[in-house]
């Protein structure tokens, strides 16, 4: 959909926010609220939006490649996948971003601000200063080790974070802090792909987060022992290739990255999970939303659109 500034800027203020593939390419967008919007797969290659509001938006799979977007809010904004090779990104506030798998290669992001809290998982390009490094290693440690928050836990870490991460056997009982960091988001996208399992469901995990590591069983932070536990990955619980077919490129690239999936033993969906906890909670509603379209006008999926999704 070819769009100029002056339209985008009069249909905002309609009250229309969806702007999917749009194209805004070279577009001078400065100071614009596009807070909320829907701009996933959009064109906005070297378009201006400094000083932009675009917290709380879906830029999913768009391109900004070259755009300008100096001390832009982007709080809370889903740029999974996104393209932003030489984006100056100066000052921007990224605070609790989305910003996985997307391609920073060579973006300018001196002074950035938050980036510490945004979720930068598989970013591509993406070089982490030492400030940042340390920042996000705290706040996760700090999550992890919540009977224990005080700077011993922090120190200790430092001190073993360069020993091997766990021992063989668990009757070493080695201590907590040689685990390593679980965040929340994947201890329950594990915990959700054992009750599928047990619940005699196959499950799918967002593909991008199979290699990451899991605990499986009891891991007791209070005493330091790992018994009846085990370091594995996500991948253990989880579909090797995607099991739905049928699906539009565009969706079902996104659709991978839905956090859980339940099916049956029939291939049809059962569940879809998205957990929000670092990022707002419309990314993963338009995610499952694009999903959900995409089954309902496609009868080559062979899926009973009436599951339900949670998030």
């Known amino acids: 959909m070819n769009i100029d500034e002056n339209e985008l800027k009069q249909l905002y203020s309609e009250g229309r926010r969806d702007f999917h593939g749009c194209d805004l390419s070279d577009a001078d967008l400065t100071e614009i609220d596009l807070s909320f919007a829907n701009l996933s797969g959009a064109n906005l290659s070297n378009a201006n939006l400094n000083y932009s509001n675009l917290s709380y938006t879906n830029l999913i799979s768009a391109q900004l490649r070259g755009a300008s977007i100096i001390e832009a809010n982007l709080k809370w904004s889903d740029i999974i996948y996104a393209e932003l090779k030489d ?92 685990w ?29 987060d199979h290699s990451k590591e899991y605990i499986f069983g009891e891991h007791r932070l209070r005493d330091n022992t790992c018994e009846d536990s085990r370091l594995g990955k996500l991948k253990e619980l989880t579909m090797e290739e995607f099991p739905v077919g049928g699906l539009d490129k565009k969706v079902e690239k996104i659709s991978k990255l839905i956090d859980v999936i339940w099916l049956d033993t029939q291939f049809k969906i059962v569940a879809l999970f998205e957990i929000e906890c670092t990022t707002a909670i419309h990314s993963g509603l338009l995610r499952m939303g694009d999903f959900v379209a995409n089954v309902k006008l496609n009868p080559l999926t062979f899926i009973d659109p009436n599951f339900p999704f949670i998030s």
Do not use: M
Not at 109 to 129: H, Q, S, W, Y
Not at 195 to 204: D, N, P, R, T, Y
């Open 87 to 178: 984006t100056n990104l100066e000052g921007a506030d990224l605070d609790w971003a989305n910003l996985r798998g997307a391609n920073l290669t060579n973006a300018y992001l001196k002074k950035v601000k938050n980036i510490e809290r945004a979720d930068i998982t598989d970013a591509i390009g993406l070089e982490k200063p030492e400030h940042i490094i340390r920042k996000i290693e705290e706040k996760n440690i700090y999550q992890l080790n919540l009977f224990f928050p005080d700077d011993r836990v922090i120190s200790d870490y430092k001190k073993q974070k360069n020993e091997p991460k766990y021992q063989e056997s668990c009757n070493k009982k080695p201590p907590a802090a040689l």
């Open 180 to 208: 390593p960091n679980i965040s929340i988001h994947t201890k329950t996208q594990g915990i959700l792909a054992q009750i599928g399992q047990k619940l005699g469901h196959k499950v799918w995990i967002a593909g991008n």
